[in-house]
């Protein structure tokens, strides 16, 4: 048999924000699985914001994707064709199938899930690689502890939401920063001690007052001057989880540095970064953890889920780095 997909690849390699030019839609011929081998019909696509990265010919954790190649992005699916021992039809998997409606696999990467515990996007969001990365980033680099104080940006999204209830449930106080007045009452529903509305507040005058003796894990999602913001308000021996940098992945130009570095000196604080694939080992430990929470309330998982196939992808791409999203952002095969 063969399946038609139709598939967003990378026409040319975008300076600033990807537009028009930066993809094609394609249609492209899948045919049956070869020995060890199977099909995926994919059913959701996850919009990360590291995908602007991979745009880029430059060295980094992963390769850069290639121009003429479909989209790389993780996504989630169901097995209609299959000559591999471990994957029968039907199995619900989620794995890095692409900006596509059918995916070939070898199962390197793929994992099976079980849609009893939740739906697949929550699979591509708490319970899946931005969940792991906030259950990571927290414990192995923050290293938080009970009774500290954590800051962290863009909280309403997919990691920053799972960090803040994380941190919530080790009984911290929780101060979420995020853009606009509907996540931020959204933050204080889900249990956040603090929300500030970076769009219309001033970050930094608004930690000192809610953190005067300094605030002990800044999560950086986005970099920029809300991490000055993060740095001019340190408590001493505070850890900064260089997460990502969110406000500078389409800048032209390369960002200027941290303003306030200096801090981190006169804070005897430190300042590391990691990516989550290295935790490919533990990423049981993490579901298992995270799971638990879902199934007992103590993690509320939301996603927003855009409809609009593959053709939909370069504008709900562009939709992340404008906060359309409220939790994981997920695009509807
Ligand atoms: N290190 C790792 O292994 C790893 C793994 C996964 C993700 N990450 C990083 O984690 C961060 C969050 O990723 P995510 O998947 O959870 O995305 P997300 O938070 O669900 O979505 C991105 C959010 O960023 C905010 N944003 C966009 N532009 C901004 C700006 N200029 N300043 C401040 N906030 C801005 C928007 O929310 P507002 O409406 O609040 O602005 C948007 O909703 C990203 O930096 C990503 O690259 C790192």
Not at 92 to 121: C, I, M, Q, W
Not at 233 to 246: D, S
Not at 256 to 265: D, V
């Given at each position: 048999m063969t399946w038609t997909?139709?598939e967003?690849?990378?026409a040319?390699?975008?300076?600033?924000?990807?537009?028009?030019?930066?993809?094609?839609l394609?249609?492209?011929e899948?045919?049956d699985p070869a020995?060890?081998?199977f099909?995926v019909?994919?059913?959701?696509?996850?919009?990360?914001?590291a995908m602007r990265?991979w745009?880029?010919?430059?060295?980094?954790y992963v390769?850069?994707?290639?121009?003429?190649?479909?989209?790389?992005?993780l996504a989630?699916?169901t097995?209609?064709?299959?000559?591999?021992?471990?994957f029968?039809?039907?199995?619900?998997?989620?794995?890095?199938?692409?900006?596509?409606e059918?995916?070939?696999?070898?199962?390197?990467?793929?994992?099976?899930l079980?849609?009893?515990?939740?739906?697949?996007?929550t699979?591509?969001?708490?319970?899946?690689?931005?969940?792991m990365?906030?259950?990571f980033?927290?414990?192995?680099?923050?290293?938080?502890?009970?009774?500290?104080?954590?800051?962290?940006?863009a909280?309403?999204?997919?990691?920053?939401?799972?960090?803040?209830?994380?941190?919530?449930?080790?009984?911290?106080?929780?101060?979420g920063?995020?853009?606009g007045p509907?996540?931020?009452?959204?933050?204080?529903?889900?249990?956040?001690d603090?929300?500030?509305?970076?769009?219309?507040?001033?970050?930094?005058k608004?930690l000192?007052?809610?953190?005067?003796?300094?605030?002990?894990?800044?999560?950086?999602?986005?970099?920029?001057?809300?991490?000055?913001?993060?740095?001019?308000?340190?408590?001493?021996?505070a850890?900064?989880?260089?997460?990502g940098a969110?406000?500078?992945?389409?800048d032209?130009?390369?960002?200027?540095?941290?303003?306030?570095?200096?801090?981190l000196?006169?804070?005897?604080?430190?300042?590391?970064?990691?990516?989550?694939f290295?935790?490919?080992?533990r990423?049981?430990?993490?579901?298992a953890?995270?799971s638990?929470?879902?199934a007992?309330?103590?993690?509320?998982?939301?996603?927003?889920?855009?409809?609009?196939?593959?053709?939909?992808?370069?504008?709900a791409?562009?939709?992340?780095?404008?906060?359309?999203?409220?939790?994981?952002?997920?695009?509807?095969?």
């Amino acid at each position: 048999m063969t399946w038609t997909s139709k598939e967003i690849h990378l026409a040319t390699r975008p300076t600033g924000y990807p537009d028009g030019d930066t993809w094609s839609l394609v249609s492209a011929e899948v045919q049956d699985p070869a020995e060890g081998e199977f099909v995926v019909e994919v059913d959701h696509i996850s919009l990360d914001p590291a995908m602007r990265g991979w745009l880029n010919d430059v060295r980094s954790y992963v390769p850069p994707v290639k121009v003429g190649e479909a989209m790389r992005a993780l996504a989630t699916g169901t097995v209609v064709a299959s000559a591999h021992a471990g994957f029968v039809v039907g199995d619900a998997v989620v794995g890095t199938f692409g900006v596509v409606e059918y995916a070939k696999s070898n199962g390197r990467g793929v994992t099976r899930l079980d849609l009893d515990v939740a739906g697949a996007p929550t699979w591509l969001g708490a319970l899946g690689m931005p969940g792991m990365t906030a259950y990571f980033g927290l414990n192995d680099i923050g290293r938080l502890q009970p009774g500290e104080t954590i800051v962290v940006s863009a909280a309403a999204g997919a990691v920053g939401s799972v960090v803040a209830q994380l941190a919530k449930a080790m009984g911290c106080r929780v101060i979420g920063i995020a853009g606009g007045p509907d996540k931020v009452a959204w933050l204080k529903e889900i249990g956040l001690d603090e929300a500030i509305d970076y769009k219309s507040e001033s970050v930094h005058k608004r930690l000192r007052a809610l953190a005067p003796d300094g605030i002990d894990v800044y999560f950086d999602n986005v970099g920029g001057e809300i991490l000055d913001a993060a740095l001019a308000n340190l408590r001493r021996g505070a850890r900064i989880v260089l997460c990502g940098a969110i406000s500078s992945y389409n800048d032209e130009t390369l960002a200027e540095g941290p303003r306030r570095y200096m801090s981190l000196l006169v804070f005897r604080a430190t300042m590391a970064g990691f990516v989550v694939f290295d935790y490919e080992d533990r990423y049981p430990e993490a579901v298992a953890a995270l799971s638990k929470m879902v199934a007992d309330g103590s993690l509320v998982a939301r996603e927003t889920v855009l409809d609009g196939g593959v053709e939909g992808f370069p504008e709900a791409l562009l939709g992340l780095y404008d906060g359309v999203n409220t939790g994981k952002l997920v695009l509807k095969v």
